[in-house]
């Protein structure tokens, strides 16, 4: 099942090449002339002189520009990897300097403790070759041949490149995880979490108090965390000066967790104009990723729950009998900016098909406005907090005429309070998709850590998961760097190889529809992976309503939608 998983990510990584994102991803440019000629080779597949580049595979193809730069394989870090089968392992070699120009005194585990044996002799060649120089480099990418003369094996293409674009492409390869990135220091790991003025009250609290108990005891890059909680304040266009005044006064090696509203967009390009990891935040509205690189997110949030909403109903609809297969009225209310662009979002997704469709805020003095002349077809989508969904339940505790939908990001249905004739016509949309064993052990697992931190575990329990989630996953990131390290020369630590293994450790979710990793069930979500081009790990999720109207348990009412 692996093989899949690296034809599919060569598929990914082309395509996220061709589609332009290496400009938003690219370092900034070195002040050397030739290094960034050949930092162009290898992150653009674009020579010296703006030609494309051009390389051969051993199956006889050509490849050219995007589709021949050496990062689709070695990766941003220069690091490598290894994937495949029991049967057929890939092994793509570090070509990161401090390990390309020097003797390769790799053990037989170094690149994965799951690929523990070397398959044939040419592999165990890659793992003990002698040190590259800018001669034997070139005679490796023209001819196919490693330094002692053996070949180089499949998929590895043979480049037409003259002697400049060799010497070019040395030197930026001499430059690859040559400085450990900013942050990381010999006593300390400098991480920073951020907290927007928007963050809905009570989730900075519970997110800053999971990190700190992990700062405290976390040492897998071989130092101490040193946390760093960047608050900012006033209107979004204030927030990047904020941002780069405490970068300038405290650089760290990456944003940790967080915690924000509708408006993270400050911070998602902080983090990617300084290449600086924004690690999985707690939010509401994540910006979109598709042409970024450096941050990443558990979900682009309501959005993507108004889209599942959208793609449910269209799915209804397709092929009925109703009157130009439209849905019945919909009426949306919301009462902040989360709640705003999630409406937005649920209008442009249904699009023609929406039939009656309209959107109105929320009025405290008079939350029942509007409702009073829905009909008993009309579905009422609440995309506000649980004080207001209460406040509406005590005045009609019977209920809007209709069916009624919640946001469960919004209103999390443990602080939510609910009267049976409401829960009985009542759909919960949900990114929290697993009700099953995997859940269970996310919430027993996170329960039990907390006991142990001596934290109270909040009224609602995920944003207490999402920081767990991040702060684990992003352990086992930088552990199996160390790891690495065991088995092979160490290097400095960069931000672009714990953006990879960041990869690996949220695709042992699930491969396919199999469960991997029993050790991975630490977010409350049912589905996640990560790779070229896919900054959220979560894209899809389903609908719940109650077990009955008498009871909190809520069970599955769709079954996974991805839209």
Known sequence: MRSHRLAAWGLAASAWLAGGVLAATEPAASGDPLVDAGRRIYQEGQLPDG??????????????GPQAACVICHRESGMGSVEGSLDRTILVPPVAGPLLFAPARFSDTFLDVSHHWVPNDAWARALTRSA?????????????????????MAPMPQYALDDGAVSALAGYLRRLAAEPAPGVEPDALHLATVVTPDAPPGQAEAVISVLRAWSATAQPSGSPWALHVWKLSGPPEQWPEQLESRYRERPVFAL???VGGAEWGPVHR???SNRVPCVLPALEVAPAADEAFYPLYFSPGVTLEARILAAHWLAQIKGSDKAAGQLPEIVQVYADASGQRAAESL????GADAGSTRMQRFRPTAPTAGLESMGPDSILVLWLRPEEIEQLAALIPEGPRGSIVLSELLAPPAVLSLPPAWKARLTYV??????????EIARLRLKRWLDLQG????????????????????????????????????????????????????NKYTDGTDLVDPDSHVAFYGRMSLGPKQRTAVRGGALLRY?????DRLVAASERIVP
Do not use: N
């Not at 990114?431 to 859940?439: K, N, T």
């Not at 077990?547 to 009871?551: E, F, G, V």
């Open 270 to 272: 902080f983090c990617e």
């Open 455 to 506: 934290l109270e575990p909040a009224p609602d329990p995920r944003p207490q998961a999402d920081a767990y989630a991040a702060a684990y996953l992003f352990t086992r990131a930088l552990g199996e760097i160390r790891g690495q390290e065991l088995r092979r020369p160490p290097v400095p630590l960069v931000r672009e190889h714990l953006l990879e293994m960041m990869e690996r450790e949220a």
């Open 51 to 64: 030609s494309p580049v051009q390389a051969t595979r051993p199956e006889g193809f050509v490849l050219e």
């Open 347 to 350: 209008t442009a997704a249904l």
């Open 132 to 152: 590259y120089d800018e001669a034997s480099l070139a005679r490796a990418l023209r001819e196919g041949w490693d330094p002692d003369g053996h070949p180089l």
């Open 256 to 258: 940790l967790s967080g």
């Open 430 to 439: 949900s990114l929290f998709d697993d009700l099953g064993l995997q859940g």
């Open 547 to 551: 077990a009955s109207p008498d009871s």
